[in-house]
């Protein structure tokens, strides 16, 4: 599995060169390296390229380099600088092998929470609205009080399925007061069982 | 869609006419039209969900609207005749028979749930997870709450929707239930 290789560099490297980007500009690549799904390196690379003063295979070496290290530091869950700093070879450039780990060490929280928020996983709740309604009558009954609940729930499809649309769904649901009943009751049992793990 | 009835075996038919009877005299939240047919596709009947839906729709406005004009058997069978669909006739003598055993009981009732534009609430069933590992985190222990709402559309069809919460997110889920409660009671 990619993430799980030694990440390799090609020297002499074009992070050191003399027409090498600003420290900033190694950041950015980073990120956008981590963050790229594996069949958008190519693009990547290619936009990248001119920045770097590299050809364009050596840009995709690089692209693709980057993008293995810093997903094979946030599949390990790795944290400790020397940890990162033994994932480089022993004549890795010293300056960039430091700036590197640095980078990445600045951005690992950040980067895990991306990785959790993208796996995969049933539609995710990502709002939720409700409303008291009072039925006051109808063409079948003309004086009646029935309290009743609203309730909209937003639900978004799986990110990984849609990549940069994710889908949302309404889903509109009455409740009367024996179903909020019973859907409380069920919600109860699941804070009790919340509990009961986190006091294990 | 008097073509597609056709394809539905008598048991079958006669068992979706049940279901949309005891909706319509709210013995039961809704017709399980998901559930029936994948036993029809078992049975080897290529029908798909749409279809059945669409034929549970037009079943149940015709048992309704003959329950509101009062209609007696004979007369029920013999508007069908005359609006010009060619039912296939296992189907008429279902109708027939499901109308005579049941059908004078459907009141007009007084009753607030007659007034359904949204979907209704019917069961929530719920899991509690932690997700472990995954291909970007080799060490996850991630909790989360699945829970799936069985809900009965206007048309009384039922549907389950499913979705993942974090915790903090249950926890305002909750919250925002017991709101929903205690105003309930207030009102």
Known sequence: RAAAERPRFAPPHPLCSPQAPSKDAVRQLCQECFSSAPAALGPLAQL????????????????????????????????????????????????????????????????????????????????????????????????????????????????????????????????????????????????????????? | AADKIRLIPQDFFAELCEQIIQHLNHKIPGVNTAELCQRIQTSGVEINVGDLAKIANILSFLFSTAARNNLSTEELVTTLGSAGSTLPKHAVQVIRHVWNEQGKAIAVSEDARNMATVGQFVDMKWKLGVAMSSDTCRSLKYPYVTVTLTVADPSGQITDKSFEMTIPQFKNFFRQFKEMASVLETV
């Not at chain 1, 946030?74 to 944290?79: E, N, P, S």
């Not at chain 1, 959790?116 to 539609?123: E, F, R």
């Open chain 1, 48 to 200: 990248a390229c001119p920045g770097l003063a590299v050809s364009a295979e050596e840009a995709e070496q690089l692209v693709s380099a980057l993008h293995n290290l810093t997903r094979h530091v946030v599949y390990r869950g790795l944290t400790r600088a020397e940890d990162i700093l033994c994932l480089f070879p022993e004549n890795f450039h010293q300056n960039l092998k430091n700036l590197l780990a640095k980078i990445i060490l600045e951005n690992i929280t950040a980067w895990r929470n991306e990785a959790q928020a993208s796996q995969i996983s049933l539609p995710r709740l990502v709002d939720m609205d409700w409303r008291v309604d009072i039925k006051t009558s109808s063409d079948s009954i003309i004086r009646m009080a029935v309290p009743t609940c609203l309730l909209q729930l937003k639900i978004q499809e799986d990110a990984a399925l849609c990549g940069n649309n994710p889908v949302v769904s309404a889903l509109t649901v009455e409740l009367s007061k024996e179903t909020l009943d019973t859907m409380l009751e069920g919600l109860g049992r699941i804070r009790d069982q919340l509990s009961a793990v986190a006091n294990k």
